[in-house]
């Protein structure tokens, strides 16, 4: 996952706040996915992006939940009003299009009190 | 809906010993198929993938990857306790959208 830098690497909220999380890419790669990881749980999509697009959206929920890649600068990944059960890890994977995989960022972990 | 399912585990195997974990999926047009490692607190990690039937070496883990029963597994050889991980299979979607899906995870747990 070298390359891919996600901040902040852990964020506290109070229910009712705004969090937003960023990611940027590995060089080079312009596709961004978010994904969401509850504890013992696996990884779920939410959310596919490229340079100023969204391309799928079908695993974010639909309500507080938006994303973002701009032309210039990181990926965003916003949860407005956060509740207690939006606490999770929120990783942030790179991919260069037309490749084989994805390369993991290290991961955001949100705990909201 | 694509589904990959693996057993949570734990599996605990002790040092030296042979760890296999399967993954099963639903999807017959997959092509492709990844595993991740997962250590506690920290971010996937691609350690193999794998595209035909058969087997895939590299290292101490070997891929086997079998389409007419719809499985994929991970065999890890000479299990160390710096294996001890969740780990965690993954297969793209085919055409349209790259877009992963991904099992659970299967905890190991390699003991001395």
């Known amino acids: 996952n070298a390359g891919v830098m996600q901040n902040p690497r852990h964020l506290v909220r109070r229910r009712g706040q705004e969090a937003r999380l960023r990611c940027s890419p590995m060089?080079?790669?312009?596709?961004v996915y978010w994904y969401r990881q509850l504890p013992e749980e696996g990884l779920k999509f939410m959310v596919y992006l490229q340079k100023e697009n969204i391309i799928d959206e079908s695993g974010m929920p639909k309500e507080r939940f938006s994303a973002e890649f701009p032309k210039e600068g990181p990926s965003i990944l916003r949860i407005q009003q956060v509740v207690r059960g939006d606490s999770a890890a929120y990783f942030c994977a790179s991919y260069p299009g037309g490749g084989e995989t994805q390369y993991f960022g290290p991961g955001t972990r949100l705990l909201v009190l | 809906q694509k589904e990959v399912e693996q057993n949570s585990g734990p599996l605990s195997v002790p040092e030296g010993a042979i760890a296999s974990l399967n993954c099963t999926y639903s999807d017959r047009g997959s092509q492709s198929f990844f595993w991740y490692r997962q250590y506690s607190g920290k971010s996937p990690e691609l350690i193999m993938f794998?595209?035909?039937?058969g087997d895939k070496e590299d290292g101490r883990f070997t891929a086997q990857l079998n389409k007419a029963s719809q499985y994929v597994s991970l065999l890890i050889r000479d299990s160390q306790p710096s294996d001890s991980a969740t780990y965690l299979c993954?297969?793209?979607?085919?055409?349209?959208?790259?877009?992963?899906?991904f099992g659970r995870g299967t905890s190991l747990i390699v003991h001395p």
């Open positions: 060089k080079g790669h312009s596709h």
């Open positions: 993954a297969l793209p979607t085919s055409g349209g959208s790259y877009i992963p899906t």
């Open positions: 794998i595209y035909s039937n």
